[in-house]
């Protein structure tokens, strides 16, 4: 698996941990909706506004709710497309046709594992906050509001685990590729120094040779 690959998961985990603050701004708008609805059917009652400000108030409330859910669409649909981006580059990463060994291919057991985990916690905070939404009494909604805090605790964990995974693997494989380069220069240092050391050789033979002929030419 390419280091590229490993980039990509990165930017990934980034995303889940985006993924989780953009679950409590939906929430936000939901609760302020949810509020403006209820201003809108108290506003009859009340006693202490005339009909025209009535009028005015309700509209006010009515474009306020528009707005919001207006809002509230726009950021699913964002979260929609951002989701299936993520998914089809995990997958990508997951299922790639790149050769692995075996410390990549562990690297992936362990990134698919987590990535099974965090999607089976979703799904458990989600339908706890499906429950939250139709909770009756104080304690029921304190109890199940505490589930979903540790559910996204225990999230926000995995996320970090994840993270560290990929950073361990990219200083493995940049360490490899320093180690690499490393011999690589200390191979093409020797071939250099044995190239001078032939080359000395042949320089001193050439010498002794010449020495040679001129003994000869002297005795004649």
Known sequence: MEISSINGANAQVRQMGI???????SRNIQNQIANAQKQLQ????????????KMTKRQELQQQISDLNMQLRQHQTEQRREKQQKQS?????????????????????????????IAGMK??????????RTAQTEEEKADLQEKID????NIGDKVKETQDTISDY???E????DKTLDKKEDEKENETNVGSEEEKGSVE???????????ELQKE
């Open 150 to 153: 540790n559910i996204t605790q």
């Open 123 to 132: 799904k458990v905070r989600t339908d706890l906050q499906g429950k939250l």
């Open 205 to 215: 033979v050439k010498s002794a040779e010449s020495a040679n002929t001129d003994v």
């Open 42 to 53: 108290e506003l009859s009652s009340n006693k202490d506004m005339t009909q025209e400000e």
């Open 89 to 117: 580059s995990f997958d990508d990463m997951i299922g790639g046709n790149q050769k692995t060994g075996a410390a990549d291919t562990g690297v992936i057991i362990s990134l698919s594992t987590t990535k099974e985990q």
């Open 19 to 25: 993924n989780q603050a953009t679950d409590s701004y």
């Open 174 to 177: 940049q360490d490899k590729a």
């Open 170 to 172: 990219q200083k493995a």
